[in-house]
């Protein structure tokens, strides 16, 4: 198999390394080969997280190169901009449509851009969720993540009962059914 690049975005908080980490278990799972990493910055100030997962036969290197990834998952409409570059001609972008305005926009600084999800359409194939409504749905936003990944998930070529196994396995135990139910939002959203 040759080797798929898929890369994580968000803000500090999101929740990108538990879900690189379900993503890593849905793939050693189905016999591959796996390389992870990620780059925190300033995550616990609100600033960028970038986890790339790497797959295949044989991966030798854990960073995906601009223009490379086979699909950008943004949990944030801003990171989503700020990553676009790194996906392939025909990748595919699962944008998050949720705003978060970084420091310099809290501090007056700088504007949040307008249209940006509308902007990247006209240049990516994108797949616009609005995860944070899909997750008050179920009773607990901080689910939100999984419902993006569910989403990607259903657009992948693993079994929906692998995935909920992995999550099971992934997730901490009290979090259990709430994080398939997120998971299952996602996945029959298309």
């Not at 910055?41 to 797959?55: D, E, I, K």
């Not at 392939?88 to 944008?95: E, F, I, S, T």
């Not at 978060?100 to 249209?115: F, L, Q, T």
Request: with cysteine.
């Amino acid at each position: 198999m040759e080797t798929k690049n898929i890369m994580i975005v968000g803000v500090g908080g999101q929740g990108t390394l538990l879900t690189s980490r379900i993503l890593g278990g849905i793939i050693l799972a189905n016999g591959y080969d796996i390389k992870l990493s990620e780059v925190h910055g300033m995550a616990q100030r609100g600033g960028s997280v970038v986890t790339f997962v790497r797959y295949g036969d044989n991966v030798a290197e854990p960073i995906v190169e601009e223009g490379q990834a086979d699909i950008l998952i943004a949990f944030e409409r801003l990171e989503a901009l700020r990553y676009a570059h790194f996906l392939k001609k025909d990748g595919v972008m699962v944008v998050n449509d949720q705003r978060i305005d970084p420091m310099p926009v809290v501090i007056g600084n700088a504007k949040y851009p307008e249209n940006i999800i509308e902007d990247l359409e006209k240049k990516y194939k994108v797949i616009r969720v609005d995860a944070m409504d899909e997750a008050r749905k179920i009773g607990n936003t901080r689910t939100f993540n999984v419902v993006v990944l569910g989403v990607v998930a259903s657009h992948m070529d693993f079994e929906k009962d692998q995935w909920l196994t992995v999550i099971e396995n992934t997730v901490p135990p009290k979090t259990v059914e709430l994080n398939k139910k997120a998971f299952l939002a996602g996945f029959c959203l298309d």
